[in-house]
């Protein structure tokens, strides 16, 4: 697919940049983890089913999301979707993900590449996004 093929999410999704909660500045409130059973996901963070680790909201992205698509329409080379959101997972859960370290977070993102791709292109809400990886990251923790 080409650039030119690409329709940026600003004019793919009624309602804003990827039809977000965050994007029409709205709070992320009392929705429920995907897949999670007894999980939710709190103003304060997205815990777990057994709460034992609460990773804080990260805003979304947005000024991201939108130098992305315009390196895209002028047909330049975007930035590193991946790299950018692991290092925004590490600066933001780094404190409450004991015993690995910025290369892991980064190896575990990018294994999530597809899903944070969806949200790039509006077919997924950063919620939907950030839960998802959320969860992946915990699932995955050591120990």
Do not use: C, K, N
């Amino acid at each position: 697919m080409s650039p030119a093929d690409r329709v940026p999410p600003e004019t793919a999704v009624p309602g804003g940049v990827g039809g977000s909660q965050a994007a029409a500045g709205g709070a992320l409130q009392g929705t429920a983890v995907p897949g999670g059973i007894g999980g939710s996901q709190a103003a304060s963070g997205v815990s777990d089913e057994v709460g034992e680790t609460v990773l804080p909201l990260i805003e979304e992205p947005a000024s991201f999301r939108e130098s992305w698509w315009s390196a895209e329409r002028r047909g330049d080379t975007p930035p590193d979707l991946v790299a950018e959101i692991a290092a925004m997972a590490w600066a933001h859960w780094d404190a409450h993900l004991p015993g690995v370290d910025a290369a892991w977070v980064a190896t575990v993102v990018g294994g999530y590449r597809r899903e944070l791709w969806l949200w790039l292109v509006g077919e997924r809400t950063w919620e939907q996004a950030l839960t998802g990886l959320a969860g992946r990251i915990r699932r995955r923790l050591p120990g």
